[in-house]
């Protein structure tokens, strides 16, 4: 099969899709690959190293879309790529198309397959393509959030984790996943009282678990407004698998917050966990409602390309190997059940209504 890898279009986005070794693998296996020239400079791989991987680099988004059958990139398309985009084309990508309906509906009008990444579920119930960038987001929501404290960036002027004769700072943490379960992980080593919200007594009991700082709650509404009220910094990491976020924190939680906190939304892609979130890039990250700073990049893994590549290459490589082997990637249920549109129909049962 030819597969096409573009370059990322999304506001400072760094990311490639597969990196040189993994390309490597799919020539071995006797598949084309393109690339578009500088897809992976930010990620610290040139043009020749894919091409010493035999790869075939060429010099534009419009050559790479006519090559490719298979197109495999990171984030979602936008403008330049949904016109570039045929019905022939067998998208996999991140999609988050819950909180995109004009994305939903650009996909269906041109007819054809996307494959969403974080669609992708395997019989235990692991969201595998999803899981690596959420440990990433995970992390940066927490030394974002750390810097957006300091005084100079608006915040209390706070240090999270103190020090002998001062408080220590407070981390309230909504979805003790991948992501809230690393935003939990950094901040409590970083010496901060950490409390944790989730529905799960085993994830609850792994937070327990990080230290005499971490406290777990199952969250009822009146525990979270509770513990919002003093906290320094709060991250949002709620998912509810290929669905819009639930919104868990209300404008006037957010109203009754101390002026100088954080929030850092990392369900973002998927609508935002937070009633007042909206969508921000890493060129404008941030905005302030009621004296709290709000953090919603929708591509926070984007800011650490040579990490993030590295990691979802990995993880998506041995789907891609089964995509690109023809017809029979149907047959296997991990995929199909990522399939998001098809053949210009939304198919997923989690998108029904969003067009």
């Not at 190293?49 to 936008?78: C, H, M, Q, T």
């Not at 709290?292 to 190997?321: D, E, K, R």
Request: glycine share 10%; with cysteine; hydrophobic share 45%.
């Amino acid at each position: 099969m030819r597969i096409g890898i573009p370059s990322e279009t999304k506001t400072l986005e760094g990311r490639v899709a597969l990196v040189p070794a993994a390309c490597a693998d799919l020539v071995r296996r006797g598949h084309e690959v393109f690339i578009q020239s500088g897809a992976g400079t930010k990620s610290g791989f040139s043009d020749d190293d894919f091409v010493r991987n035999g790869v075939k680099v060429v010099a534009d988004a419009d050559k790479l879309y006519e090559s490719g059958e298979l197109i495999v990139k990171v984030k979602e398309p936008i403008a330049g790529d949904l016109a570039r985009l045929r019905k022939n084309h067998l998208l996999f990508c991140y999609l988050h198309l819950a909180a995109e309906p004009a994305l939903t509906r650009s996909l269906c009008d041109i007819g054809l397959t996307g494959v969403a990444f974080e669609s992708v579920e395997e019989m235990d119930g692991s969201l595998p393509l999803l899981a690596p960038m959420s440990i990433i987001a995970g992390r940066i929501a927490v030394q974002v959030g750390t810097h957006l404290l300091h005084q100079p960036a608006g915040g209390k002027g706070k240090l999270l984790g103190g020090l002998p004769s001062t408080d220590r700072g407070k981390v309230v943490v909504l979805g003790a996943g991948a992501a809230g379960g690393n935003s939990a992980a950094l901040a409590a080593a970083g010496g901060a009282n950490v409390i944790v919200f989730d529905k799960r007594p085993d994830r609850l009991a792994q937070m327990m678990a990080l230290g005499a700082n971490v406290t777990a709650l199952y969250p009822y509404e009146e525990y979270v407004a509770r513990e919002l009220r003093d906290a320094d910094l709060v991250v949002g990491a709620v998912l509810v698998p290929s669905a819009r976020a639930p919104r868990v924190v209300t404008a006037a939680m957010v109203k009754d917050m101390e002026p100088g906190s954080v929030l850092a939304d990392i369900s973002i892609d998927q609508g935002g966990c937070f009633e007042t979130s909206r969508p921000t890039t890493w060129k404008e990250p941030t905005y302030v409602v009621d004296g709290v700073t709000h953090f919603a990049v929708t591509n926070m893994p984007g800011a650490v390309p040579q990490t993030s590549s590295q990691a979802i290459s990995a993880a998506i490589l041995p789907y891609v190997q089964r995509l690109a082997s023809g017809p029979a990637w149907r047959d296997y249920a991990p995929l199909k059940g990522g399939i998001n549109v098809d053949a210009g129909k939304v198919v997923h049962p989690a998108l029904e209504g969003v067009v």
